[in-house]
C-alpha cells in the first residue's frame, strides 16, 4: 500500500515538474520531465505521449556470454533507437530463479511492456500472470512458451526451435531417402529448453517421416566443439564405424566437431549424411566444403531486431501475430547466397 | 584470542591436528595404501573395460580417453600446488582456461601465436599474483578469493570479447598442434605428462616444492622457521595459474575454437580428479603423480560410461560416487591404522 | 632482528600505541559483523541515490534477498562448525525434482524435505562416522545429487500437477509480503534463536572452536554435527520446494547462482570458515548487500559481464580489508622486508 502511495507521490510530482516546465520553456521541458521521472511512467500509457518514447524491459537468459546472444544483442538495441524504445536488458544465465527475480523487479519499475525469452519454458507462468495483473503486456522472443502459457501473451517472434530440429529432419530424411541407415545424435547442454526442443523436434519428425533412420547412439555435446568431438569419437567406438551413415549435431559449433571426429578416423564425410542447426560462421564454410550436407539457418539479429520491432507493434496497438524466423535450409546449392550469409 | 593470533585460514580440523604426531609413522603405510588404492582402482577398471566393454581397447579409442585427460589433466596437475599447499583450490581455474583460450585463438588471428602466448603469460601470471596476493598476504579465504577473482575474471573477458567463438584458421599452427599425434598419443597427451612430471619434479625436488608441501602440512611452523610464507603462496597459485593457461591452450588447439564457455565446470573436475587421485585436502599430502592417475581414472570412467550410452545424470552421480568412495576407503585406512 | 637494534628509544611508545590499538581491535573483533555492515551501508547509500526504486518497492528486493539468503542460512549452522556444505545448490534441486514427481503437493513437500534431511545425515556420516574432510564428502554430493537429479527428472523441467497452487504460492500473503519472505523470516528468527539462546545451538560455536576441547567439556561433538548437517539439508531443500512452487516446475538445473552465492554471503557476513566464529545475522547482512546489489545493477540495466566485475570486485575488497587481513598483511610486509634485508 505504501508502495501505491509513493508511486501517486511520484506521478503528481512528474506532472507538477511538467506543469513548471511547460510554464517556463515550451518544448524541451517534455523530454526533461521523462527522462527525469523515468521510473513512474506507468503501464497505462502514461509516458507514451508525444515523442512515443517507450519503457521496455527484456528479460533474456543470453547475453555476452553467448555468441548468440553477443550477436543478438546490437540488432535489438538499435532498433530500440530508432523506434524510441527505451530498453533495460538482463541476463538470467538460463537460471529460472534469477528469471523470476528479473522479472518481479521489471513488474516493480512499471515498464511499458515486457520483452521475455523464457529460461526454462515451464517456470514462467508466474511472471506472466504477475505482468498480466499489473497490465503489463509480454512479448516472447527466441523460445515460445508453452501452449497453455499462450494466452498471458500478447505475441511470439522467434526461431521455432521444436522446427528448427524438424527442418533439420527433414534434410536427413531427404538424404537418406529410403535407405535403413543409422546415425549418431549430439544434443545441446543437458536440461537446457533449446536443447530439449531441438531433440525432440528432430527425434519425432524423424520418427513420423523416415523411420528408416535410425538413432545408434546420443550424448550431449554441451553447445562445445571440443565435448562434442571427443562425444562423437566415442560414440563412434560403441557402435562401431561400420554401422553409422550419418550425424546429426544440435548446432553448428557441435557438428564441426563431429566432422573433425569422423576426419579423425578416415571416414570421410562427404559420404556420410550430416545435418545440423544454426549456418554459424564454423557451419557454413562446412556445408559449402561438402563436408556437412544440411544446416538450417538462425538468424541472430532477425531474432533481435523483431523481438522489439515486435514489441513497438503491441504498443502502438497495432494488430499483432506471432513472427516466425524462416527456418531456411541451408544446403550446398544456396551455402553461398548472400540472405544466408552467417551472422555468429 | 588463539585464533587470531594464528594465521586466519588453517585448514586442518582438530582431530586432524591430533593425529599430527602419528602421521609420520601412518604417512608411509598409508601413503603406499592409497596409491595401491588409486592404482588398483585404475588397474580393475581398466580390465572391466578391456573385457566387456567392446572397442574399448582400441587405438582411436585410447585416443579419446587421452583427448579427454589431457586439458583437464594439465589444469588439475597445477592445482595440485594449491591444494597441497593448504589453500582448498583455485576456482578462478574457469576464467583462466578460458581467457588463454580465447587469448591464444583471438590474438593470434590478429598478430602472431608467440605474441598471443606472451598476451596469455603475463595474464596468467596477473591471476597468479592477486590470487596469491589475496591469500599468502592477506590471508584471505582462497575460496572466496578465487571466487572473486572467477567472476572478475569471466566478466572482464565477456566484456572484452562478448560470448563470440574464435576460431583458427584451419591450416593454421595450433591446428596442427590439436590434431598432431605420435602413435596413438596426441601431443596434448604428451605435453599432459611432460608438464606433470616437470610439476612433479618441483614439487619433489626443489627448495620451493619442499616449501609448498611443508607449508601445507603445518603453516605455522614453516613460518617459524623463517621462510617468507607469502612467497610460497603466491608461487602456488602462479604454477596453478601457468597451468590453467597450458590447460586452456590445449583446450583451444584440440577443437581450433575458443569461446568464454569453454571451461564450465573445470573448477570442481579438477579439484574431484585431484582428491580421487588421493592428494589431502587438508594440504601438505599428496603428490603430481596422484593426479595423473585421478584424472586418467575419471577419463576412464567416462569413457565407458559413454561407449554403454549412459546419460549424462547417470554419469554425474557415478562421479560424485567414486569421489567420496575413493576418499572414503583413504580414510578408513588412515583410521585402522591410526588406532 | 637488525630492525629491532635500530629503534630501542621508540619500543615504549610503540608498545603502548600497540597496546591501545589492540584493545580497540579486540572490541571490534568481537563483532564479527562488522565488514557486513559497513558494505551494506555502502551500497545501501548507493543505491537509494542512483535506484531509488530499489527501496521503494521494497517487496521485490526482499525477494531477491530470500532467493539467494535462505540457503546461505542453513549453510551458516555447518560453517560454524568448521565444516562446510558443497551440495545445497546440488539438494535444492533434487528436492525440487523430487517434489514434483509427486502428484500431490503435500506429499512431494514432505518427500522434498525429507530427501533434504536425510541428505544432511548422509553428509554428516561421511564427515563423522567414516571421518572424511567434509569438503569432500560434499563434493562427490555435489555430483552425485545433481545426476540424481537429472536421472529422476528423466533430462527435462518437470511441471507440478497442480499449476494454479504454485501460482497462489508466489502471491503476497501478509501485505506485501509473499509465503517465500515470510519463511525467509522465520528461518532466520529460528536459527538465530537456535544459535544464541538454545544450549544445543550455542555449542556449535564450541564445536567450531576447537573440536577437541568441545569434546572433553562434554559436548556431544558427533550429534551436533550432525545436527548441523540435516540443519543445512533441510533449508536447502526448503528453498528447492519454494523455488519449485513459485516457478511452477522443477529444473533439475537449478541452482546453478545459489551455491556460490550462498558462500559469498556468510563470508561478506563474517562467518569463519573455519568455524567458531560468525552468526546468522551476519549471513543477512551479507545476504541483504549482495540482493541489494544485484537488484540495484539490474535496474540500472547493466550487462551480466559489468555485474560480475562489480560484485567480484566488492567480493574481493571485503575480504582483504577485513580486519585480521589487514593486520595479516601488515605482518607479511614486515615479514618480508625482513627476509629482503636479511642476507
Known amino acids: 500500500m505504501q508502495m501505491r502511495r509513493s508511486r501517486l507521490v511520484g506521478l503528481f510530482a512528474a506532472g507538477a515538474m511538467v506543469l513548471v516546465a511547460c510554464g517556463g520553456a515550451a518544448d524541451d521541458g517534455a523530454v526533461d520531465s521523462a527522462d527525469a521521472e523515468g521510473d513512474t511512467t506507468d503501464a497505462d500509457g502514461g509516458g507514451a505521449t508525444d515523442g512515443e518514447e517507450f519503457d521496455v524491459f527484456a528479460l533474456l537468459p543470453q547475453g555476452n556470454d553467448q555468441p548468440y546472444g553477443t550477436t543478438y544483442l546490437p540488432p535489438m538495441e538499435a532498433k530500440a533507437a530508432e523506434l524510441g524504445i527505451n530498453l533495460t536488458i538482463t541476463n538470467s544465465q538460463y537460471d529460472a530463479d534469477t528469471q523470476a527475480s528479473d522479472c518481479e523487479v521489471a513488474v516493480a519499475s512499471r515498464p511499458d511492456l515486457i520483452i521475455l525469452w523464457p529460461a526454462v519454458g515451464d517456470t514462467i507462468r508466474p511472471c506472466l500472470s504477475a505482468a498480466d495483473a499489473a497490465g503489463i503486456p509480454v512479448t516472447i522472443t527466441n523460445s515460445d512458451v508453452n501452449p497453455e502459457d499462450k494466452d498471458l501473451t500478447e505475441a511470439f517472434s522467434g526461431p521455432d526451435t521444436y522446427g528448427q530440429g524438424a527442418a533439420s529432419a527433414e534434410i536427413m530424411c531427404d538424404l537418406a531417402g529410403g535407405d535403413e541407415i543409422g546415425i549418431i545424435m549430439v544434443n545441446g547442454l543437458t536440461g537446457n529448453s533449446t536443447a530439449i526442443n531441438r531433440e525432440s523436434g528432430f527425434e519425432e519428425t524423424i520418427e513420423a517421416e523416415c523411420p528408416n533412420v535410425t538413432i545408434l547412439a546420443r550424448q550431449p555435446g554441451d553447445w562445445n566443439k571440443d565435448d562434442s568431438q571427443i562425444a562423437a569419437s566415442e560414440m563412434i567406438t560403441a557402435v562401431g564405424a561400420e554401422n553409422i551413415d550419418g550425424a546429426y549435431a544440435a548446432d553448428d559449433t557441435m557438428v564441426a566437431g563431429v566432422i573433425d571426429a569422423f576426419i579423425a578416423r578416415d571416414m570421410d564425410p562427404a559420404d556420410l549424411y550430416i545435418t545440423s542447426i544454426g549456418n554459424t560462421f564454423l557451419g557454413n564454410p562446412l556445408v559449402s566444403d561438402g563436408s556437412l550436407d544440411g544446416t538450417v539457418f538462425q538468424s541472430s539479429s532477425w531474432d533481435g531486431e523483431n523481438a522489439v520491432v515486435l514489441a513497438h507493434e503491441v504498443l502502438t496497438g497495432q494488430a499483432v501475430e506471432d513472427l516466425f524466423m524462416p527456418s531456411v535450409k541451408v544446403t550446398a546449392d544456396n551455402a553461398d547466397d548472400p540472405d544466408v550469409a552467417p551472422e555468429w | 584470542m588463539t585464533n587470531d593470533t594464528s594465521t586466519g585460514t588453517v585448514s586442518a580440523p582438530k582431530p586432524a591436528a591430533l593425529e599430527e604426531k602419528l602421521e609420520e609413522q601412518a604417512f608411509k603405510l598409508s601413503a603406499w595404501m592409497a596409491n595401491q588404492g588409486i592404482f588398483i582402482f585404475t588397474a580393475a577398471l581398466i580390465l572391466f573395460a578391456a573385457v566387456f566393454i567392446d572397442g574399448f581397447v582400441s587405438l582411436p579409442n585410447i585416443t579419446d580417453v587421452f583427448n579427454r585427460a589431457a586439458p583437464i589433466g594439465i589444469v588439475a596437475a597445477g592445482m595440485t600446488f594449491v591444494v597441497i599447499s593448504g589453500n582448498y583450490l583455485d576456482l578462478s581455474v574457469v576464467a583462466q582456461v578460458a581467457t588463454a583460450g580465447v587469448v591464444l585463438i583471438a590474438v593470434s588471428n590478429e598478430t602472431s601465436i608467440p605474441v598471443a602466448m606472451l598476451v596469455a603469460v603475463v595474464i596468467a601470471l596477473a591471476y597468479g599474483l592477486v590470487n596469491g596476493v589475496a591469500v599468502g598476504v592477506f590471508k584471505a579465504n582462497a575460496v572466496i578469493v578465487t571466487l572473486s577473482t572467477t567472476f572478475i575474471g569471466l566478466g572482464l573477458l565477456r566484456w572484452a570479447t562478448g560470448g563470440s567463438i574464435y576460431f583458427g584458421p584451419s591450416d593454421g599452427a595450433i591446428r596442427a598442434f590439436g590434431a598432431t599425434r605420435i602413435g596413438p598419443l596426441p601431443l596434448a597427451m604428451i605435453l599432459f605428462v611432460v608438464v606433470t612430471l616437470i610439476l612433479s619434479f618441483v614439487l619433489t625436488r626443489t627448495t620451493f616444492g619442499f616449501m609448498v608441501r611443508s607449508f601445507g602440512s603445518n603453516r605455522e611452523a614453516t613460518r617459524l622457521s623463517g621462510v617468507s610464507t607469502p612467497w610460497v603462496v603466491i608461487g602456488a597459485f602462479t604454477v596453478t595459474s601457468l597451468a590453467a593457461m597450458l590447460g586452456g591452450f590445449v583446450l583451444a588447439a584440440f577443437s581450433n575454437t575458443a569461446v568464454s564457455a569453454m571451461s564450465d565446470g573445470y573448477d570442481f573436475r579438477a579439484l574431484a580428479a585431484i582428491i580421487v587421485g588421493g592428494t589431502s585436502v587438508f594440504g601438505g599430502r599428496g603428490s603430481v603423480l596422484r593426479t595423473l592417475l585421478g584424472v586418467v581414472f575419471v577419463s576412464v570412467l567416462t569413457n565407458i560410461m559413454v561407449l554403454s550410452g549412459l546419460g549424462f545424470g547417470i554419469q554425474q552421480m557415478a562421479i560424485g560416487l567414486l569421489i567420496v568412495l575413493a576418499v572414503s576407503v583413504d580414510a578408513l585406512a588412515r583410521k585402522a591404522t591410526g588406532a | ?343
Open chain 3, 1 to 343: 632482528m637488525t630492525d629491532t637494534q635500530t629503534q630501542p628509544q621508540h619500543a615504549e611508545t610503540d608498545d603502548a600505541r600497540s597496546d591501545l590499538i589492540s584493545r580497540v581491535r579486540t572490541i571490534l573483533g568481537r563483532r564479527t559483523e562488522g565488514r557486513a555492515v559497513a558494505l551494506l551501508s555502502v551500497v545501501v547509500v548507493i543505491t537509494a541515490i542512483t535506484e531509488p526504486i530499489v527501496f521503494t518497492s521494497y517487496e521485490v528486493t526482499l525477494g531477491r534477498i530470500a532467493l539467494i539468503g535462505l540457503v546461505a542460512l542453513g549453510l551458516t549452522a555447518v560453517i560454524l562448525m568448521g565444516e562446510l556444505d558443497l551440495a545445497v545448490a546440488s539438494t535444492l534441486a533434487v528436492s525440487g525434482v523430487i517434489m514434483a514427481s509427486f502428484e500431490s503437493i503435500t506429499i512431494g513437500i514432505l518427500a522434498a524435505l525429507g530427501t533434504g534431511l536425510l541428505i544432511g545425515v548422509v553428509n554428516a556420516f561421511f564427515v563423522i562416522v567414516v571421518g572424511i574432510n567434509s569438503f569432500i564428502a560434499t563434493l562427490g554430493m555435489l555430483f552425485f545429487l545433481r545426476g540424481a537429479a537429472f536421472v529422476i527428472s528423466g533430462e527435462a523441467p518437470v511441471r507440478l500437477a497442480n499449476v494454479d497452487a504454485g501460482i497462489a504460492f508466489g502471491r503476497p500473503l501478509i501485505g506485501p509480503l509473499s509465503p517465500r519472505m515470510l519463511i525467509f523470516i522465520a528461518a532466520f528468527v529460528m536459527l538465530h534463536i537456535f544459535l544464541t539462546r538454545v544450549r544445543a545451538g550455542r555449542e556449535f560455536y564450541a564445536v567450531g572452536g576447537n573440536r577437541e576441547a568441545a569434546h572433553d567439556a562434554g559436548i556431544p561433538v558427533t550429534r551436533r554435527v550432525f545436527t548441523g548437517f540435516m540443519i543445512s539439508g533441510f533449508v536447502a531443500s526448503l528453498a528447492g520446494v519454494i523455488n519449485t512452487l513459485e516457478r511452477t516446475a522443477a529444473d533439475p538445473t537449478a541452482g546453478s547462482a545459489v551455491l556460490l552465492a550462498s558462500f559469498a554471503a556468510a563470508i561478506i557476513g563474517g562467518v569463519l570458515l573455519n568455524g567458531g566464529r560468525g552468526s546468522v545475522f551476519g549471513t543477512l547482512l551479507g545476504a541483504s548487500s549482495l540482493g541489494l546489489l544485484q537488484v540495484a545493477l539490474t535496474l540500472s540495466g547493466v550487462q551480466v559481464d559489468v555485474q560480475n566485475i562489480v560484485i567480484g570486485s566488492v567480493l574481493l575488497l571485503a575480504v582483504i580489508t577485513d580486519p585480521s587481513s589487514l593486520r595479516a598483511a601488515a605482518g607479511s610486509m614486515r615479514a618480508l622486508v625482513r627476509s629482503r634485508s636479511g642476507p
